[in-house]
């Protein structure tokens, strides 16, 4: 266990940058095929657009 104490990780540089797109790309892809997210969208701008109108 002490021999890892300050070793770098064996990822690249913008291996967090990529990881997290792909997750984002992944999760919004998802979520864009189901019904409820784009009912919660439209309720949710019909509020708003009340609210201010």
Do not use: C, N
Request: glycine share 10%.
């Amino acid at each position: 266990m002490a021999g890892h104490i300050g070793r770098r990780s064996e990822q690249p540089e913008g291996g967090g940058v990529v990881k997290f797109r792909e997750i984002f790309r992944f999760e919004f892809a998802y979520q864009a095929r189901r019904v409820w997210t784009w009912l919660f969208f439209v309720v949710m701008a019909t509020v708003a657009f009340v609210i201010v109108a």
